[in-house]
């Protein structure tokens, strides 16, 4: 059964840094691309970035520059760090697969970005 787990979400100040975690349960992992969501108040869930399994890496234009996602295969990890965080970059984040598997959402990790 896989299951996605997020963590390292917080109150953080304009211009502050974050890195979340996702911990993958599951033997498919290293096969496929995943990638980090996000969920504002009031607005519909949003992809901010995805890594493949060979590594390769996009991101949302609202975040590129400032954020980087990262694997570890043997650790069944991906980690995203965020730099120069702005208040609207305040959401609930997930990861799941790219694309995103319905059943594979998790509780996510709420980011606040305020003064």
């Known amino acids: 059964q896989v299951q996605f787990v997020e963590s390292g979400g917080g109150l953080v100040q304009p211009g502050g840094s974050l890195r979340l975690s996702c911990a993958a349960r599951?033997?498919?992992?290293?096969?496929?691309?995943m990638g980090w969501y996000r969920q504002a108040p009031g607005k519909q869930r949003e992809l901010v970035t995805t890594?493949?399994?060979?590594?390769?890496?996009n991101y949302a234009d609202s975040v590129k520059g400032r954020f980087t996602i990262s694997r570890d295969n043997a650790r069944n990890a991906i980690y995203l760090q965020m730099n120069s965080l702005k208040p609207e970059d305040t959401a609930v984040y997930y990861c799941?697969?790219?694309?995103?598997?319905?059943?594979?959402w998790g509780k996510g990790t709420l980011v606040t970005v305020s003064s």
């Open positions: 799941n697969t790219d694309p995103a598997m319905v059943n594979y």
């Open positions: 890594i493949t399994s060979g590594d390769t890496i």
């Open positions: 599951g033997s498919i992992f290293r096969l496929v691309a």
